[in-house]
């Protein structure tokens, strides 16, 4: 079962479970990127509202995610991180690698289409 996901003039925005660091969810993240890239969908907000923890390996996948996006000329940017994950962005320089941004509207405006009803 995919997680939940909208899409507007080609941009995916995709909502982020609770947690991204066990087997399954990591799996379940590789595949649902891999299954948007794959029908040619590389511009994707992750939507973090959810997400209170991640991993080593779920930030690896994450980078790996917009490494793969943008190759294929996409993007993928992140959305309402929670304190916790932004301070981690932020320790582990991820802001650097990948726009976060406070809501969607304003990743949106990055990919120059109005926002998700």
């Known amino acids: 079962m995919a997680w939940n996901q909208c899409e507007n003039e080609g941009v995916v925005i995709l909502d982020l ?9 990591l799996a379940r993240f590789r595949q649902t990127i891999s299954a948007l890239m794959d029908s040619g969908k590389n511009r994707i907000i992750l939507d973090f509202h959810r997400l209170e923890l991640i991993n080593s390996t779920g930030i690896a996948h994450l980078l790996r995610a917009v490494q793969d996006a943008r190759m294929g000329g996409g993007d993928i940017k992140a959305i309402r991180l929670k304190p916790a ?7 582990v320089g991820l ?13 949106l405006k990055q990919f120059q289409v109005t926002t998700c009803q």
Do not use: M, N
Not at 17 to 25: M, N, Q, T
Not at 85 to 91: A, I, K, N
């Open 17 to 25: 479970p609770v947690s991204l660091r066990s087997d399954e969810s």
């Open 85 to 91: 994950v932004s301070e981690l962005f932020h320790y």
């Open 95 to 107: 802001q650097t690698k990948i726009d976060c941004l406070p809501e969607e509207a304003d990743a």
